[in-house]
C-alpha cells in the first residue's frame, strides 16, 4: 500500500461563517440579512437565539487570530457579509466603507501573521432588501447582475491581498433548505404550516439553476479582470455526503446510491465540469429543471480553478422507485436515506446533530469518486469537522477534553492523506470550526468547534484538545521539503 502523505506546502487550517460568528449585526453600517429576519420569527431556531451577538468575533479580530496562531493553522477560510459591504445590496445601492475596510484590514492582518486567507463571498446571508426586491435567486438576471457587482467591489478592494476565492458555499442547502423544506433562510416552502409563501416543487431548482449562472459571471469577471495581475484561484464550494447502498447486493440500491450523489453534489458539479445537469435529474425533474442558454452555459461551464468540497458523513441510500414517482417535493431522488443498513450495521456512531453519522471509508471514496468524475480536479476541502453528542451538557473540563472530535479529524484526515497517496489531487484542508458558533437552526445548541465559546460569560473563548491536536495530525502526513 502507497504511504499515507500530503505534499509539503499543503494549506490547512480552520473555516467560519460571517453570520454564524461575527454579530455586530447593527454596527457601522450592515444593513440586515434575510437571516437576521428569519430568527426573529418564532419557532424557527431550536434555542430561539440569532447571531445577534454569536462568537462578537467583529469585535474580536486579534483575539480569533491569536487562536489561528495557537493551532499552527496555515489558513482560515471566512465569509463576509454582503449586506455589511453594501447594506441594500443592489448594483446601484451605496457601499458601505467601514464594512469593507472591516475585511480589508482582517486580510491584512492575517497576511501579517503568517495566514493565508481563503475567503467566501457567499455564505448564505442574502441581503434582505435584495429578498424583499426580487425574491433573490428566484430572479436570475437580476440576482446575478446584484451579486457580480458586489463580487467586483470585493475584488478590488482586496486586490493581490486574497489568492483563494469562494464563490458560493454549498448552493444545496441555499436551494433545498430555504426554498423547498423551509427550515433556513427564507424559508420558503409548499408545507403552509411552515410558510405562506413558496412552491417546493419548483422554486429550489429556480434558485439553484440562479446561483450557477452568478457563479459563473463572478468567476469571468475574476479571470479577466483580476487574475491577470493579481494571481490566485477561484472556484465554489459543494456539499456532499458519502453514500452507501442500503442492501448491497441490490442493483436498485446500488443505483440509487449514485443518483443520490448526484442530486447533491452532481446538480452542480456537472454543469460545471461537463456542461449539463445529471440525466438522472433530467428524468424526474422534467420541465421543472431550467435549461442552460448558450451565455449561460459559456459561463458555468469550466468555471472552477478548484472544487470546494464541504464533507461530513455517511449514510445509506434505499431505492423508492418500485414504490412509483417521487411526491413532487422530492430533492434526493426517489431514496430513502438512513444510518442502518439491511445487516444492521451502522454507518457510524451518533453525533450531537441527527444527520451526521462519521465516516472515514466514506470521505475518501468520495474524495475518489469526485476524482474520477470530474477528470482529476484541484480539491480543497473547505468544511470538515463534527459536533459531539452530548457536548453542551458535561461540566467544562469534561467538555474541553473533546476526545470523539480529535478522533474524528484523526481519522478523517488519515483517510484523505490515503486517497492523496493514491493520486486524488488534494492541496488544502478546513476543520470546520475554528470555534463554537451559531449553528443557524439549531441555534447553540450544537457545538462544533475546536475552541469552546462561552456565550453566558462575555464570548470568553477556551480552547479544546482537538484545538491543538491537528497540528500535530498533519505533521504526521505531510512531507517536508528538501
Known amino acids: ?59 474580536r479580530t486579534a483575539e480569533d487570530i ?17 449586506s455589511r459591504i453594501i447594506p441594500l445590496g443592489g448594483r446601484n445601492d451605496p457601499i458601505n466603507e467601514k464594512g469593507l475596510r472591516f475585511y480589508v484590514q482582517f486580510v491584512d492582518d492575517l497576511l501579517a501573521a503568517g495566514i493565508t486567507p481563503m475567503v467566501t463571498l457567499f455564505h448564505w446571508d442574502l441581503p434582505q432588501a435584495l429578498h424583499d426586491r426580487y425574491g433573490g435567486p428566484l430572479n436570475k438576471e437580476e440576482f446575478v447582475a446584484d451579486y457580480t457587482h458586489y463580487a467586483r467591489v470585493v475584488f478590488e478592494a482586496m486586490g493581490p491581498r486574497v489568492k483563494y476565492w469562494i464563490t458560493f458555499n454549498e448552493p444545496w442547502c ?40 452568478a457563479h459563473g459571471a463572478a468567476v469571468k469577471i475574476y479571470r479577466e479582470e483580476f487574475k491577470p495581475k493579481h494571481g490566485g484561484q477561484i472556484g465554489i464550494t459543494l456539499n456532499g455526503d458519502w453514500t452507501e447502498p442500503y442492501d448491497p447486493s441490490s442493483a436498485a440500491d446500488i443505483a440509487a446510491s449514485e443518483r443520490k450523489l ?3 453534489i452532481s446538480w452542480f458539479a456537472d454543469p460545471i465540469y461537463h456542461g449539463h445537469y445529471p440525466s438522472s435529474m433530467q428524468k424526474q425533474l422534467g420541465t421543472r429543471l431550467p ?15 478548484f472544487y470546494g468540497m464541504n464533507h461530513y458523513c455517511g449514510q445509506f441510500i ?26 444492521g450495521e451502522e454507518v457510524g ?11 472515514p471509508p466514506g470521505f475518501k471514496k468520495l474524495l475518489k469518486w469526485l476524482d474520477n468524475r ?22 467544562l473540563q469534561d467538555l474541553l477534553n473533546d476526545d470523539f472530535r480529535v478522533g474524528y479529524y484523526r481519522d478523517y484526515v488519515k483517510a484523505m492523506a490515503e486517497a492523496v497517496a493514491e493520486g486524488v489531487d488534494v492541496r488544502g484542508y478546513s476543520g470546520w470550526s475554528l470555534m463554537d458558533n451559531f449553528e443557524w437552526a439549531e441555534g447553540f445548541e450544537t457545538r462544533f468547534g475546536v475552541t469552546f465559546v462561552d456565550y453566558e460569560n462575555g464570548q470568553k473563548r477556551i480552547p479544546k484538545k482537538s484545538a491543538k491536536a491537528l497540528k500535530g495530525i498533519f505533521e504526521k502526513y505531510t512531507k517536508k521539503s528538501t
Not at 411526491?327 to 438512513?338: A, K, S
Open 1 to 59: 500500500m502507497t504511504e499515507a502523505t500530503l505534499p509539503p506546502d499543503f494549506l490547512w487550517g480552520f473555516a467560519t461563517a460571517s453570520y454564524q460568528i461575527e454579530g455586530g449585526v447593527n454596527d457601522d453600517g450592515r444593513g440586515p440579512s434575510i437571516w437576521d429576519t428569519f430568527c426573529k420569527i418564532p419557532g424557527k431556531i431550536a434555542d430561539g437565539s440569532s447571531g445577534d451577538v454569536a462568537c462578537d468575533s467583529y469585535h
Open 66 to 82: 491569536a487562536l489561528l496562531k495557537l493551532t499552527g493553522a496555515k489558513s482560515y477560510r471566512f465569509s463576509l457579509s454582503w
Open 174 to 213: 441555499t436551494s433545498i433548505l430555504g426554498f423547498n423544506t423551509g427550515v433556513f433562510a427564507p424559508g420558503r416552502t409548499s408545507d403552509r404550516s411552515k410558510s405562506a409563501e413558496g412552491n417546493s416543487a419548483t422554486e429550489c431548482w429556480i434558485v439553484g439553476h440562479s446561483l450557477l449562472v
Open 262 to 264: 448526484e442530486f447533491s
Open 291 to 305: 435549461t442552460f442558454t448558450p451565455p449561460d452555459l459559456a459561463l458555468i461551464k469550466g468555471s472552477n480553478d
Open 318 to 343: 434505499r431505492d423508492l422507485s418500485a414504490a412509483g414517482a417521487p411526491p413532487p417535493d422530492d430533492f434526493l431522488g426517489n431514496v430513502e436515506v438512513g444510518f442502518v443498513n439491511i445487516n
Open 349 to 359: 456512531p451518533e453525533t450531537q446533530s441527527p444527520w451526521l453519522r462519521p465516516s
Open 374 to 395: 470530474y477528470q482529476h480536479p484541484t480539491i480543497y476541502v473547505t468544511e470538515n469537522g463534527t459536533s459531539v453528542k452530548g457536548e453542551n451538557e458535561p461540566p
